[in-house]
C-alpha cells in the first residue's frame, strides 16, 4: 500500500505537528498500494539479484536512501476475525540525512507487516494510509500509522497465522509519477528496514458453554458442553479447533475467581464434553489457553442453581 508522511516545517523552523493529508489524496488508498508496491517489488528484485544474474532495462531500481527506522511499538497480538476490518496502530522513529527533504510533497513512510524472509516475504500487510509523522529535530521525526488487514477480502491465508516481522519504509518519488508511462524508478529515493519487532497475527476465536441440568441437585452430576472455533480466513467462517486442551472452571457464587476442575479436549468438530459433580451454586465455564496461531479465550459463566 502506498504510504505518505508529512511533517510540517515553519518558516525554516521545525513544527512539532504534522500536516494534515489532503482527503482526495487520503482517499485514493488504491493509488497508494499500487505506486508503493511498484517501487517495493523493484527494491526487492535487486537484492535478490547476484552477480551472476543478467540485468536488462527491466531491472531498473530506486535508489537507496539516506533514512532509517528505530524504536518501533507494535501490539504483542493481533486477532483477526472472518470479517471485520483491523487496524493495527505502530508507532516509529524515522532518521534521516540532511539530504533527505521529509516535507516534500511526494515523500512517504510508512510501517509494514511481513511473513517469512525480509527480501521474499510470504505475505505483506501494509496501511491504507501514510503514516502521520511529526518533526522531532533536524534529523528525526515520531510517526505514527495503521496496518489495516482486511480478511474478508482474502488479505489472509490459514497458513499465515503465527508470527510476524515488523519494520517500516519511506519513499521519496522526486516529482516522479508512478502512474505515468515515463515513470523512471532510479529517480526515486527508497528506504525499507525489517526485523525491527515482531507480532503474533490470529485467527480469532470463540468458546461456548452450557451446563445442565438447571436446576441440579447437590451431589449429582453436571455436564457441560460446548464448542471452540476460530476463523478460517478462507472460507470466511468459523470452525471447528479441534484437539485443543479446555479446561472446566468454577467459581462459586458471590466469589470472583474461577477454579479449574478438569481439562479435557476438543472432538473433530471443535466439541467439548465434560462432566463434574455439583456441590454449590455458581457459574461454570470452559477456558482455552490459546496458541501462537489462536488467542486465549474464555466462555461466558453458566450459572447453575444447586438444589
Request: charged fraction near 15%; proline fraction near 4%; include cysteine.
Amino acid at each position: 500500500m502506498r504510504i505518505r508522511a508529512t511533517v510540517a516545517a515553519v518558516s525554516g523552523a521545525l513544527a512539532l505537528s504534522a500536516f494534515a493529508v489532503p482527503a482526495a489524496q487520503a482517499d485514493d488508498s488504491a493509488a497508494y498500494r499500487a505506486d508503493v508496491a511498484k517501487v517495493q517489488e523493484a527494491a526487492h528484485t535487486a537484492s535478490r539479484m547476484t552477480a551472476f544474474t543478467a540485468t536488462t532495462a527491466a531491472d531498473a531500481t530506486p535508489y537507496a536512501m539516506n533514512v532509517t527506522f528505530s524504536n518501533l511499538k507494535v501490539g504483542s497480538a493481533v486477532k483477526v476475525g472472518t470479517t471485520n476490518h483491523v487496524a493495527v496502530p505502530v508507532t516509529y522513529t524515522l532518521t534521516h540525512g540532511s539530504d533527505v527533504d521529509i516535507t516534500a510533497s511526494d515523500f512517504y513512510s510508512g510501517p509494514e507487516l511481513y511473513k517469512g524472509s525480509y527480501d521474499s516475504p510470504d505475505n505483506l500487510l501494509l496501511g491504507d494510509n501514510p503514516a502521520t509523522c511529526t518533526v522531532t529535530s533536524s534529523t528525526t521525526a515520531s510517526c505514527k500509522g495503521d496496518i489495516d488487514i482486511y480478511p474478508a477480502d482474502g488479505d489472509l491465508l490459514n497458513s499465515d497465522a503465527g508470527t510476524w516481522s515488523a519494520g517500516a519504509l519511506a519513499v521519496a518519488y522526486n516529482g516522479q509519477d508512478p502512474e505515468s508511462s515515463t515513470f523512471d524508478v532510479t529517480k526515486v529515493g527508497y528506504a525499507e528496514q525489517g526485523g525491527l519487532g515482531t507480532t503474533k497475527v490470529q485467527r480469532y476465536s470463540k468458546l461456548t458453554v452450557n451446563a445442565t441440568p438447571e436446576p441440579v441437585y447437590k451431589g449429582k452430576t453436571l455436564t457441560a458442553t460446548g464448542k471452540l472455533t476460530r476463523a478460517n480466513w478462507e472460507t470466511n467462517t468459523y470452525k471447528g479447533f479441534t484437539n485443543q486442551p479446555v479446561k472446566l472452571q468454577f467459581r462459586k457464587a458471590g466469589t470472583s475467581t474461577y477454579t479449574t476442575i478438569k481439562t479435557v479436549y476438543s472432538d473433530s468438530y471443535g466439541n467439548v464434553k465434560a462432566t463434574t459433580t455439583a456441590n454449590y451454586d455458581g457459574y461454570w465455564r470452559f477456558s482455552f489457553a490459546g496458541t501462537t496461531t489462536t488467542p486465549a479465550v474464555s466462555a461466558t459463566g453458566d450459572y447453575v442453581d444447586v438444589k
